[in-house]
Every structure is written in C-alpha cells, then in structure tokens.
C-alpha cells in the first residue's frame, strides 16, 4: 500500500499568511464596504517601471517572430542576464563570483524552500528566531525538524538563534563554550523578514568564520539588500573573507524591481564550496537541470532591463517611496508611544505590541478597532510573541491612514 510523506502531518496547521486571509475575508464578509488596509503580506503594489515594460514588450515581439522565437531556457538562465548579475551585483562590489555559479529561478520562496535537498536528513538546521517561515517548513516537510510542540512553538529538531531587543535582533555566534548544538546548515535573512534588522560586516564576518571552522554551510537571503540606506551594511556574504566556502546566497527580482507577478530570482553557489568531498554548485545544478525548465525568456529580458541605468534609476525611486512609506509608519507609531523597530534598511516595521497584548490579539484588535492588518510575530516563531509585522509595499495613502487609525485607537 502507498505510503504518504508523513512529515507533511506534523506541520503546524496552515500556511501562516493562510490563517490571515481566513480572518480578513470572515472580517470583510462581516463589515461590507468598510476600508481596509493591508500591512501584512509583503507585495509590491507599484507598477513594473518603464524600463521593463518596454523590455517586455520587446521580448514578446521577439517571439512572435520565426527569427527570434526562443522556446526552452538553458538550464541556469541566460548568459545576458546571468553577466548583468554578475557585472553590477557582485564585481562591481568586488565580490569575485562567475557565470556558471548564478543559477536563475522562479522565485527566492522556491529556491528557498529547496535548496535543503542538497543536505542530508541527519543535517542539523539552524534558524534564527524569529524567522520566515519557509525556512523551517521546508525542512519540516524533508524530515529533519522533528516533531512540533504546539504550546512552544517550537520544533524538537532544530536549533534555534534568538533574535530579541537585546540583541538588536541580530543572532549571536555561539561561544566555544557554549552547550548550543553545532548546526550543519544555518539560514540567515538580512536585512531580515520579519524584524528590519540588519547586521554589520564585522558581525556576518564572525558568521562566516564560524561556518567555515565548523564546517557548517550558511544559506544567505539577501532578498531585501537594495532596501539598504545606511553604510557599513553588506549587501551580500561574498564581501565577506572566505564566504565561497561556506556560504549560498539567494537573491529576488520581487521587491527590488516589482516582480512578485513576473516571478524571477537567483541562487550564486561557488565552485570552492565541497561538502564530504562533493561539490554543491554541481549538485545544485544537477537538481536545477532536472526539476526546473527555467524562467521565460521575456521574463529574463525583463530582469536584464533592472541593470540598465534607466532600470537602476526607476527601480531605485520605487524602492525610496516604499523607504519613504516605512519611515512614515515608523516615525508615526514611534512617536505615538509605539515600540518600534525596522524600516530603516528595510521595508518592514516591527512593531512591539502594547500592554503585555499576544500577537494575536493585537492583530484582532487592530483589524477590528483600526480595519488595518498585520502580521502576528508569534507566527515567526517563539520569539516573535509580543511583536507585529507591519510593511511599506502599500501606497503612501494607505500609510498615513494606518499610522492615523492606530493612533487613534
């Protein structure tokens, strides 16, 4: 008889940003016609900007022609946008990475989600606490998370890297000394979803350094690293000393160019990272090859329009309105009384919850006093109790009438 995958069983429920839209809709069917304001889930809601367009319209013209048709991508993408990548991501930081170590996707949530099949199910994860989501699922649905405490909120099989206040949301390398387990694989996000926290060269460097002593791999999310506004913050571990052999980064198209409708990302694996003798990079690519046909080709011409100067010029004002929206929200709630933290290299706010309230709580008080909605922290993981997740990806309306409604409150 078939047996099922019975990791999937011991998951938690649904899907986090399911469990809202569950509540938003019973709150909309309940009070029709009242506003709503959506500061939960992260998508952008700026047009694409010009520069794209226009490449994409060009690229669809493309393969209305015999001449120009293009069917099936190659396997890692195509060369003119892997060169872009390369060229203005990371040698223009003088970060050395080649062609055949930039793989091109669908999306960062699926690189992501499985990158872990390049790893052992004895490998122990580390993740920082709070953390997105995916991270832990993806793991939990391989068979390496063990099994779910539903009163802690947390899983018997990983080891977890508390980001709190103290800290600055910042995970702490273990000590020498410490009785922390040694983790295989750790999952770092900066600046990170959910808290806007970011971490300075030095502090990724120690990471790197650990992970290269104890022979660990990091998978860095660098998703949000155009939001940046502050020097001395890396926009990628390859700035640091020995990251390519230790570390992958994943990258998105999403929020930096508008794409979270076009669907586009990237993963840099370096040759020089081997594990028990094997490289990762062919590894990574074997799976690529086997279980992704590749992102369309207009898509990829619209990833390549990001590198132009008109791309980085419109791109980059997009990015400084949605800036723009998080200080409004920061500066607002702070100002109001508010804990307040993120939204300075970041576009999410992490707003402490008033009164000793849960996350879930807050966020039924603020949907039903305020019609606005956020993120409970809780739904990040144990740490992020007493925290809401707030983002800048709506319009700067939507801000000021948010910041406006919660004060009132």
């Known amino acids: 008889m078939l047996e099922i995958n019975e990791n999937y069983l011991r998951l938690p429920g ?194 790197v350094d650990y992970a290269n002593r104890v022979g660990a791999v990091i998978v860095f999310d660098a998703a949000y690293e155009a939001f940046i506004t502050e020097e001395g913050i890396p926009r990628s571990i390859y700035e640091c000393d020995g990251a390519r052999t230790c570390a992958i980064e994943l990258r998105s198209f999403s929020k930096t160019a508008g794409f979270t409708g076009l669907r586009l990302a990237y993963t840099v694996v370096p040759r020089e990272l081997v594990r028990g003798g094997v490289s990762l990079r062919d590894m990574w690519a074997r799976r690529h090859g086997t279980k992704f046909n590749g992102a369309p080709y207009v898509v990829q011409r619209a990833g390549e329009a990001v590198y132009s100067p008109a791309g980085r010029a419109q791109t980059g004002e997009q990015i400084a309105y949605y800036m723009n929206n998080a200080r409004v929200i920061r500066d607002g709630l702070s100002s109001a009384g508010y804990e307040v933290y993120g939204g300075v290299n970041a576009p999410y706010i992490w707003l402490g919850t008033p009164g000793g309230a849960t996350s879930w709580g807050f966020f039924d008080r603020l949907l039903e006093s305020a019609g606005v909605v956020g993120t409970p922290g809780a739904g990040f993981g144990p740490q992020g109790e007493g925290y809401l997740r707030l983002t800048a990806f709506g319009g700067l309306e939507d801000a000021v009438e948010a910041v406006a409604r919660i004060r009132e409150m």
């Open 14 to 207: 649904s899907y986090l940003f399911s469990t809202i839209a569950e509540k938003v809709a019973a709150y909309q069917a309940a009070n029709p016609g009242r506003g709503l304001i959506r500061l939960g889930i992260g998508d952008v809601t700026r047009p694409l900007a010009p520069a794209i367009i226009e490449a994409l319209h060009a690229a669809v013209a493309e393969m209305g022609d015999p001449a120009s048709f293009r069917g099936y991508p190659p396997d890692q993408g195509f060369t003119f946008l892997r060169r872009a990548i390369v060229e203005q991501d990371f040698a223009a930081r003088g970060c050395d990475i080649a062609l055949d170590e930039v793989f091109v996707s669908d999306g960062a949530k699926s690189d992501s989600a499985n990158i872990q099949e390049l790893f052992g199910l004895g490998a122990r994860i580390a993740v920082c606490d709070p953390v997105y989501p995916v991270y832990i699922d993806s793991n939990a649905m391989a068979g390496r998370a063990g099994t779910y405490n539903a009163d802690t909120g947390v899983w018997s099989g990983l080891i977890y890297l508390p980001c709190t206040r103290d800290n600055g949301f910042a995970p702490e390398v273990p000590a020498a000394s410490s009785a922390t387990e040694t983790p295989d694989v750790i999952y770092l996000c900066f600046p990170n979803n959910p808290t806007g926290a970011t971490v300075t060269l030095p502090a990724l460097q120690e990471w």
